[in-house]
């Protein structure tokens, strides 16, 4: 069975630059790139600034990462669904280990599901060494997502 060891953060190409200058920061922070190419559903991005967590935050003080390297996301900004098309070699993963966040204690949430649904539960960093038995591996290494259990 699949292990989940890697947290996976799309961005455009355009981004990498930047990232590799200041890192990975929020959009409010003052390292924020002027010239960010946005490459996530606006409408989602937007929604995931109203919703307020248990901490005082709302998910949008987050910067999202996905467990698996396939997820919806991503075929929905190859194919155009809901957001502007991108070829594949506009994407770009930044990669980082699960091990990492957790020796550098850096702070975070995870969920077991999407994080908008009200099905998902979150945690905090101190429960990210227990990813495996808190998220279902073979969810996030599905290669599609319908009922059909057909690709999409």
């Known amino acids: 069975m699949q292990e ?3 947290a996976f953060r799309l961005t455009h190409i355009d981004n990498i630059a930047n990232i590799l200058q200041v890192g990975i920061v929020h959009r409010d922070s003052p390292l924020s790139n002027p ?10 991005i937007e929604k995931r600034k109203k919703i307020e967590l248990e901490n005082g935050k709302t998910l949008g003080d987050y910067i999202p990462f996905y467990f698996g390297c396939r997820m919806p996301m991503l ?8 957001v502007n098309q991108r070829k594949a070699e506009e994407i770009v993963y930044v990669v980082v280990n699960i091990s990492d966040i957790i020796s550098h204690r850096l702070p975070c949430l995870f969920t077991d599901g999407h994080a908008r649904s ?3 539960t979150f945690y905090d960093a101190a429960e990210l060494h227990r990813v495996n038995e808190i998220v279902r591996a073979e969810d996030v290494f599905a290669q599609w ?6 690709p999409i």
């Not at 010239?35 to 989602?44: E, F, M, Q």
């Not at 075929?75 to 809901?82: K, T």
């Not at 997502?145 to 057909?150: G, K, Y």
């Open 4 to 6: 989940i060891k890697r």
């Open 35 to 44: 010239d960010y190419v946005s490459i996530g559903d606006s409408s989602l």
């Open 75 to 82: 075929y929905n900004i190859q194919n155009g669904y809901g």
């Open 118 to 120: 009200s099905f998902s």
């Open 145 to 150: 997502w319908n009922l059909d259990s057909e």
